[in-house]
């Protein structure tokens, strides 16, 4: 059974803002079945090389790989076999320019196996997924991560990658300008308002379990939103800025 630690406590929920993130799609094709996994590399302020809990990782139990099934884990070298969190938070240093290395472990014995990912966030100057056997940029593997590339290869002999990413959080303050954005009213009842989020920033409304039950693009500075289902309580607004940074927020629905 998948045990999983508190996620956030409500007090702690705006420390999501300025976290940077490169979600990245992992599917070991063997013939006509797949199975896909992700994994989410990330930097934020008060991120960490432990379990940082306050902003989204989670702990999942050690298990034994079963045969044939590709798995995804992203801790230092390890005898055992674990998927540490979908999540992988490191520490974000701001107003600096610095790079951290993510490790992938994953094994696998058939097929072909794919890794792709989304647009890279603008505090990122670069980034790249490359082997742990040599030193980069000499690696065997080493391909740069950009909008509509992609990384494929049938040697099951590598079981493990690394991704280097170089962060450029220069033009950033201790402040979040998304944090300045307001939602009210709150409590709300089947509509509310995000007002002064930038345009053209992306929205998930997820509740306490972590469920999405709405989402969408913020279209002008005083931005309505309608949720005609879901029950009374809390939930929590997760907004993107434009410049790749996540804010948290929560709500509560009568």
Not at 17 to 28: C, D, K, S, T, Y
Not at 40 to 68: C, M, R, V, W, Y
Not at 85 to 98: C, F, M, N, T, Y
Not at 126 to 142: E, G, T, W
């Amino acid at each position: 059974m998948i045990r999983y630690i508190a996620l956030v406590v409500m007090c702690t929920l705006t420390s999501y803002a300025q976290r940077i993130e490169i979600p990245l799609g992992f599917v070991n094709n063997v013939g006509d079945q797949s199975k896909t996994y992700g994994i989410t590399f990330a930097a934020h302020p008060q991120g960490s090389n432990e379990l940082d809990s306050a902003l989204g990782e989670k702990e999942i139990p050690s298990l034994p790989p079963p045969a044939g099934v590709f798995i995804v884990y992203s801790i230092p070298p390890s005898a055992e076999y674990m998927w540490l969190s979908p999540i992988d938070v490191r520490k974000l240093e701001i107003g600096k320019q610095h790079m951290v290395e993510y490790t992938i472990g994953m094994t696998w014995n058939a097929g072909k196996l794919d890794v792709s990912w989304g647009p890279i966030p603008n505090l990122i100057d670069s980034a790249y997924l490359v082997d742990v056997v040599s030193d980069f940029p000499n690696n065997f593997i080493k391909v740069k991560l950009e909008p509509g590339k992609s990384y494929s290869t049938i040697n099951t002999a590598i079981t493990k990658l690394k991704v280097m990413v170089w962060y450029n959080a220069t033009s950033l303050s201790v402040q979040n300008t998304e944090e300045e954005f307001k939602l009210y009213p709150n409590p709300f009842d089947e509509q509310f308002v995000i007002d002064g989020a930038s345009v053209g920033a992306s929205y998930d409304i997820v509740d306490v379990a972590g469920t999405t039950v709405a989402s969408g693009v913020v279209e002008r500075t005083r931005h309505d939103v309608s949720t005609a289902d879901g029950a009374p309580g809390l939930y929590i607004l997760r907004l993107r800025g434009t410049d790749g940074s996540v804010t948290m927020k929560k709500l509560l629905r009568k």
